[in-house]
């Protein structure tokens, strides 16, 4: 039973990205199908982030080691879906205008805090291999605490491109206080802080 | 006489349950193909019908329950010039995606709110008031404002400040015959808008969650106002105005960002002082009150220097180069000479 739950996850967590590719051959995303996907790929890059931060909180109410062996790769998918998210913006919202990629991410305060919590994410999954964290020892653990500031630049991201409806932010952005609040809570008790 | 059973009626004779419940969209599209095989006929007709615009309804689209005064008005709608500013040649913006895709928060938030969310919304009988710096103030019914105005095609780019855009066939008349009709005083500046508040009928205004202070407001300079391009449309594509588009009556400003284009309009205020607006009020950093089309000068969130023409697919790669005033220079910008535009953007 145990051996299947990993490939189960993994072609669940395929199945937005077959989705959208479905959507994108059917032509259904809609007149403005760039603006559609990167919606769409943003949502999932913090969702699967906010599923991966909560893995570790669930193995320690429930016990249950299985949870947390999932961790590194929810995250790759988290990492996954940015780069999408990435080359959508680059490919379809900026027609591949290279002069214009460097000045959106000076001028552009929510494009600098997107990218920001891309390059924490890449430098995650590039040190994500058993092989650097063997060679990163104590180092790792302190690389790999950047995700909660990832996890933060990703919500700031999101609440800076609405426009007005706020919902969905605020409603991420309420998880993921959650999962950071119980972070904080349980190495108070444990005294780690 | 032989009176037959049910069962002797052929399946074949026994008309669909779908055809049935469109009888009557199905009567008034066999009436426009008649209409127009009649028009083919007789060319000097075909001008005055619907079938003579430049971007007629097309076959199966349209709203069911236009009022009747559109039903009078529409049938002498003056077609569209072969030219620049009141024409373009740019294809238009399919009548699915220009009645599906639309920013009006009053029905909702996402794109396709509005077409789903506006069921409810009743754009006739209407009545719009007239105040402020007016020789003839006061309410009136929306067909006594467009008794004396004839209608007309106009196809103009549409430019949100999202950084989309589409090519719309609108059908209205110019807003400056509109003041003229109630004779605004020497004070009158500026002109301000208002959109209809119906909690009932729009679940925008319920949303607990919308950041905007209803009503809508807008507002033009009084040279603005009178500019032969800015019109106040009550048609789309030759048909009524659907909901989610602003009917009964709305204003189209092409040479400024979409937002300022206010929908189902229910007061006109002329007054001396620069009105306040919606966005401006919001995030006054971000939208300005002029708000022209401007490729210099971006927004903090999206720049403006170029344009997703829609409706897009993925690999045409309709990503093009936004133009000063959104091409409408030649007609406006004299109306700003002397302004520095990154400063009153």
């Known amino acids: ?65 299985v949870f947390t062996r999932q961790r590194r790769m929810l995250g790759l998918f988290a990492l996954f879906y940015a780069t999408v998210h990435f080359l959508v913006w680059i490919a379809f919202l900026l027609g591949f205008r290279w002069f214009a990629i460097v000045e959106e991410l000076i001028e552009r305060p929510y494009i600098t805090v997107g990218f920001s919590a891309y390059l924490i994410l890449l430098a995650l999954g590039i040190t994500s291999p058993k092989s650097m964290v063997r060679r990163l020892g104590r180092n790792w653990k302190r690389l790999h605490r950047l995700v909660y500031l990832a996890g933060i630049l990703g919500i700031v991201h999101l609440l800076w491109i609405l426009r007005t409806n706020i919902s969905e932010a605020l409603l991420y952005g309420g998880i ?3 999962l950071l609040g119980y972070r904080v809570y349980y190495s108070r008790g444990r005294k780690i802080l | 006489m032989l009176i037959k059973k049910p069962s002797d009626i052929k399946p074949s004779e026994i008309t669909p349950e779908s055809v049935f419940r469109n ?11 008649i209409l127009g095989a009649a028009a ?6 075909a001008s005055a019908q619907s079938g003579g615009l430049k971007a007629p309804t097309p076959i199966g689209k349209g709203v069911s329950n236009a009022p009747a005064w559109w039903q009078e008005k529409s049938s002498s709608i003056k077609a569209a010039p072969d030219s620049e500013p009141y024409y373009t040649g740019e294809s238009l913006t399919p009548y699915d995606d220009v009645t599906s895709y639309n920013n009006f928060y009053e029905f909702g938030m996402d794109k396709r709110d509005p077409s789903t969310q506006s069921g409810d919304f009743k754009s006739d ?33 549409l430019r949100c400040v999202e950084a989309w855009s589409m090519v719309i066939p609108w059908t209205g008349f110019p807003l400056a015959e509109l003041i003229k009709q109630f004779e605004p005083t020497s004070k009158a500046k500026y002109v301000e808008f208002e959109t209809i508040i119906d909690a009932d009928s729009m ?35 030759g048909d009524y105005l659907p909901s989610q588009n602003g009917a009964p009556m709305r204003l189209i400003v092409p040479w400024k960002y979409g937002f300022k284009s206010i929908k189902s309009i229910v007061k006109i205020n002329f007054r001396e002082t620069e009105p306040n607006t919606t966005w401006n009020d919001l995030q006054s950093q971000e939208y300005g009150f002029f708000a022209n089309v401007n490729p210099a000068v971006h927004h903090p969130r999206w720049r403006q220097d170029m344009e997703r023409r829609l409706p897009q697919t993925l690999f045409s790669r309709q990503v093009i180069e936004t133009r000063p005033f959104n091409g409408y220079g030649d007609q406006v910008a004299s109306m700003y000479s002397g302004m520095d535009l990154a400063r009153y953007y």
């Open chain 1, 1 to 65: 039973m145990g051996k299947f739950i990993k490939p189960l996850i993994f072609i669940l967590a395929m199945v937005p990205f077959g989705v959208l590719l479905l959507r994108v051959v059917f032509n259904e995303l809609g007149p403005d199908p760039a603006q559609e996907l990167a919606m769409e790929t943003g949502e999932w890059t913090l969702r699967f982030l906010l599923v991966t931060l909560a893995l570790t909180p669930l193995q320690r109410l429930t016990g249950m080691i």
């Open chain 1, 176 to 178: 993921l206080f959650v």
């Open chain 2, 23 to 33: 009888r009557r969209q199905f009567m008034n599209d066999s009436g426009k193909l």
């Open chain 2, 40 to 45: 083919g006929g007789l060319p000097a007709i």
């Open chain 2, 125 to 157: 009988p209407w009545s719009v008031e007239i105040s402020g710096e007016v020789a003839k103030p006061g309410v009136y019914n929306l067909e006594d404002i467009l008794k004396p105005h004839d209608l007309e095609e106009r196809i103009y780019r």
């Open chain 2, 203 to 237: 679940p925008g205004i319920r949303s607990r969650f919308a950041i905007v202070r209803w009503p809508y407001r807008e507002g033009l300079r009084m040279d603005e106002a009178m500019n032969p391009l800015t019109l106040m449309a009550v048609g789309v594509y």
